[in-house]
């Protein structure tokens, strides 16, 4: 009763399997026939068996209940989550238990790492692109015999497998379809339609039919705290067609246990690169083109969807630092870097997303379905770097002009318009 084996005086951890979907419980029961499920929580979880994020919510309440009573009952001294990959779901109990710790500079870095053994006593570094995206950062990577280690590289090396070599089941996982058309839009008539939903979810604010928008494609969740610092900017940007799927603020000797930033060991400072990634039309991207040179300290990586248009001034075989850290003792560390051949490999994959994880939600042959692809077809994606983190200004001056200068080019073409 207190936890304790009573013949050889060792803790006694309890292990709770969180309910994280209908197959679960299914598998569950197939595999294990001794495994006594409530009724009640059958019965609640049955009622909901095709709306995955119900059943999480459901397996959530019910495990914070039973470890709140373990606890109470001072029957074990703490208990072990069996996550099986998922995170979600063990994040809310541990946060509804307030076991969750703010203290950010417990992180070794400023992704998100792995429990594979191998794997996190050797990888220091990765491409920002996949930031938002690590599960599918980790599936194309996880038959790596190296990881890369105090430096990014060449990302050529045969050590570093093939970026480029892609587990397809990842990016083709079933989507629920009704669901998913409540909070992306039953219908898609105009690009106008993708800029109420890119604003929806960084408002944090529900669309047109009351659903509240708590992801896209390119995003697993809700803004980071880091990214807060720079929403104006990022909204901005979004209400003038630029949707943006990836972002960093400029950061200048934060500290390693900065609440926002942190990361690494103690005593150690941070720095950060200012970061923008996202979508424009042809049209616009052609006067981010233009107006670029006027701003040396910007590095830019800029493509359309074939990867015919390209156009950069990194240095191709020459990675660029977006983030470091200065520790005690030790070299610096850079675990986010750009890599213009990286670019074009993640390219592939975002623009891919339109159609994989949006476009499919609606009919094949639907109006919905062809406009949201002659949308995509129209794209680039653009990558910006400020390379000045100490005034960390260029950036934005700079996409300020490029939509002073959008504004006025739509403004002659209304005046065009109204002459004729």
């Given at each position: 009763?207190?936890?304790?084996?009573?013949?050889?005086?060792?803790?006694?951890?309890?292990?709770?399997?969180?309910?994280?979907?209908?197959?679960?419980?299914?598998?569950?029961?197939?595999?294990?026939?001794?495994?006594?499920?409530?009724?009640?929580l059958?019965?609640?979880?049955?009622?909901?068996?095709?709306?995955?994020?119900?059943?999480?919510?459901?397996?959530?309440?019910?495990?914070?209940?039973?470890i709140?009573?373990l606890?109470?009952?001072?029957?074990?001294?703490?208990?072990?989550?069996?996550?099986?990959?998922?995170?979600?779901?063990?994040?809310?109990?541990?946060?509804?238990?307030?076991?969750?710790?703010?203290?950010?500079?417990?992180?070794?870095?400023?992704?998100?790492?792995?429990?594979?053994?191998?794997?996190?006593a050797?990888?220091?570094?990765?491409?920002?692109?996949?930031?938002m995206?690590?599960?599918?950062?980790?599936?194309?990577?996880k038959?790596?015999?190296?990881?890369?280690?105090?430096?990014?590289?060449?990302?050529?090396?045969?050590?570093?497998?093939?970026?480029?070599?892609?587990h397809?089941?990842?990016?083709?996982?079933?989507?629920?379809?009704?669901?998913?058309?409540?909070?992306?839009?039953?219908?898609?008539?105009?690009?106008?339609?993708?800029?109420?939903?890119?604003?929806?979810?960084?408002?944090?604010?529900?669309?047109?039919?009351?659903?509240?928008?708590?992801?896209?494609?390119?995003?697993?969740?809700?803004?980071?705290?880091?990214?807060?610092?720079?929403?104006?900017?990022?909204?901005?940007?979004?209400?003038?067609?630029?949707?943006?799927?990836?972002?960093?603020?400029?950061?200048?000797?934060?500290?390693?246990?900065?609440?926002?930033f942190?990361?690494?060991?103690?005593?150690?400072?941070?720095?950060?690169?200012?970061?923008i990634?996202?979508?424009?039309?042809?049209?616009?991207?052609?006067?981010?083109?233009?107006?670029?040179?006027?701003?040396?300290?910007?590095?830019?990586?800029?493509?359309?969807?074939?990867?015919?248009?390209?156009?950069?001034?990194?240095?191709?075989?020459?990675?660029?630092?977006?983030?470091?850290?200065?520790?005690?003792?030790?070299?610096?560390?850079?675990?986010?870097?750009?890599d213009?051949?990286?670019?074009?490999?993640?390219?592939?994959?975002?623009?891919?997303?339109?159609?994989?994880?949006?476009?499919?939600?609606?009919?094949?042959?639907?109006?919905?379905?062809?406009?949201?692809?002659?949308?995509?077809?129209?794209?680039?994606?653009?990558c910006?770097?400020?390379?000045?983190?100490?005034e960390?200004?260029?950036?934005?001056?700079?996409?300020?002009e490029?939509?002073?200068?959008?504004?006025?080019?739509?403004?002659?073409?209304?005046?065009?318009?109204?002459?004729?």
């Amino acid at each position: 009763s207190s936890g304790i084996n009573a013949e050889y005086g060792v803790p006694i951890i309890a292990g709770i399997l969180p309910i994280q979907n209908y197959d679960t419980i299914r598998k569950l029961t197939k595999l294990a026939s001794n495994v006594h499920i409530p009724p009640s929580l059958l019965t609640e979880v049955e009622a909901h068996r095709d709306d995955d994020e119900m059943v999480r919510d459901i397996g959530v309440r019910f495990s914070v209940n039973l470890i709140s009573q373990l606890f109470e009952g001072n029957l074990t001294p703490g208990v072990h989550l069996y996550t099986l990959n998922r995170e979600i779901g063990p994040n809310h109990i541990v946060k509804e238990l307030g076991l969750y710790s703010k203290d950010r500079s417990r992180r070794h870095f400023p992704w998100q790492v792995t429990a594979n053994s191998q794997r996190l006593a050797s990888e220091e570094v990765r491409p920002v692109y996949w930031a938002m995206r690590p599960k599918s950062y980790l599936t194309r990577t996880k038959t790596w015999d190296e990881f890369p280690n105090g430096r990014w590289g060449n990302a050529a090396n045969p050590a570093f497998g093939d970026l480029d070599d892609y587990h397809l089941f990842y990016m083709s996982k079933p989507v629920n379809k009704p669901k998913t058309r409540e909070m992306w839009g039953e219908t898609i008539e105009s690009i106008d339609d993708i800029r109420e939903i890119f604003l929806c979810f960084l408002e944090g604010t529900a669309n047109r039919h009351g659903v509240k928008v708590t992801s896209l494609p390119w995003v697993y969740e809700t803004l980071q705290s880091e990214t807060m610092l720079i929403k104006e900017h990022i909204l901005k940007l979004n209400k003038n067609y630029m949707f943006t799927i990836n972002s960093q603020p400029a950061v200048n000797a934060a500290r390693s246990n900065d609440q926002t930033f942190g990361w690494g060991p103690k005593n150690g400072y941070i720095y950060q690169k200012g970061y923008i990634e996202f979508f424009a039309t042809a049209k616009d991207a052609k006067v981010i083109v233009d107006l670029i040179s006027k701003y040396p300290v910007l590095s830019y990586t800029i493509s359309d969807k074939a990867g015919n248009d390209c156009y950069t001034n990194h240095q191709k075989n020459t990675p660029v630092a977006l983030t470091w850290g200065v520790f005690p003792g030790r070299e610096i560390i850079q675990p986010t870097i750009a890599d213009y051949k990286t670019f074009l490999i993640w390219k592939d994959e975002a623009f891919a997303l339109w159609e994989q994880k949006w476009g499919c939600i609606y009919d094949e042959e639907s109006q919905s379905r062809q406009t949201l692809r002659d949308i995509v077809d129209d794209m680039y994606l653009i990558c910006l770097v400020d390379n000045d983190f100490v005034e960390a200004t260029s950036l934005w001056e700079f996409l300020d002009e490029v939509i002073c200068h959008i504004d006025l080019r739509e403004e002659a073409a209304r005046s065009t318009d109204v002459s004729c």
